[in-house]
């Protein structure tokens, strides 16, 4: 399982660097099913997760798991359950709903 989720991680590490570099920081992670990625300046992490559950990506705001905030705009990025393939397709999609958010008056 450590591989097969190791390469699941740098399949998403590989995709936020192809799609999403100019929107957020991912924070590589060694252990666990899930990482988080600080948002850019001016971009809300509650606003980001509805544009892509528009767009039918789920992600949730890092303060869902907080007991005191953290200062910074970030969301949790689940990676194991899927495979490369989805998980690049669902960067770009993320890419593209963030996008889209950014665009819109």
């Known amino acids: 399982m450590r591989k097969l989720y190791a390469e699941r991680h740098q399949a998403?590490?590989?995709?936020?660097?192809?799609?999403?570099?100019?929107?957020?920081?991912?924070?590589?992670?060694?252990?666990?099913?899930h990482t988080v990625a600080f948002l850019e300046p001016g971009l809300s992490a509650t606003a980001v997760a509805a544009a892509a559950a528009r767009h039918g990506i789920t992600v949730a705001p890092i303060d869902l798991f907080c007991i005191e905030p953290i200062g910074r705009e970030?969301?949790?990025?689940?990676?194991?359950?899927?495979?490369?393939?989805?998980?690049?397709?669902?960067?770009?999609?993320?890419?593209?709903a963030i996008r889209s958010m950014r665009d819109s008056p």
């Open 74 to 96: 970030a969301i949790v990025l689940g990676f194991s359950g899927f495979t490369p393939a989805q998980i690049e397709a669902g960067a770009r999609t993320l890419a593209e």
């Open 12 to 33: 998403l590490c590989d995709s936020v660097r192809t799609h999403l570099h100019d929107v957020l920081r991912l924070v590589p992670t060694t252990t666990g099913m």
